[in-house]
């Protein structure tokens, strides 16, 4: 598949691995399949600290995410689940959630989600977005987290 991807076709992680293994990427983004029970693909964004964006492909949606903290460090969740919900919308193309990881630990997330038969280009402007508004929530909400 390449960046004409057709509305006949959707991507399979290996297929998505491949073409944006070998698009012309920003260099700013290193790229890792995870084999195992949900193959995933671990994007490190350098430019944004190394932050890793997990993409999943999943029937007929691709999600990509980015953990932001656990929930451990929020000073009052209360407060900012409310901000969260009156101010998510600053953050274009993306979306905020209190995920449980399989350890049992909580975590705020931002993740956003695309048809598994969108355009290379358009999963590659998730990608960078989404980097782009984990860094922007962390800021926006800084002063809900401990030191």
């Known amino acids: ?19 944006l293994a070998t698009e012309s990427l ?11 029970t949900d193959p995933c693909l671990e994007i490190s964004m350098t430019e944004y600290g190394d932050l890793p964006i997990y993409l999943t492909v999943a029937g007929e949606q691709i999600v990509a995410d980015a953990v932001l903290w656990p929930l ?7 407060a900012l689940n409310d901000e969260v919900l009156r101010t998510h919308k600053l953050f274009p193309l993306s979306t905020i959630s209190l995920d449980r990881f399989p350890d049992g630990s909580e975590y705020y997330t931002i993740f956003g989600a695309l048809s598994s038969a969108s355009l290379l280009s358009n999963i590659i402007q998730e990608i960078e977005t989404l980097a782009a508004n984990a860094i922007k929530a962390t800021e926006a909400y800084a002063s809900h987290l401990s030191a």
């Open 26 to 36: 920003s260099s700013d983004m290193e790229l890792n399949l995870v084999d195992g």
């Open 72 to 78: 451990s460090v929020v000073k009052d969740p209360v």
């Open 1 to 19: 598949m390449t960046l004409s991807n057709s509305a006949n076709n959707v991507w399979t992680m290996q297929s998505l691995y491949e073409a």
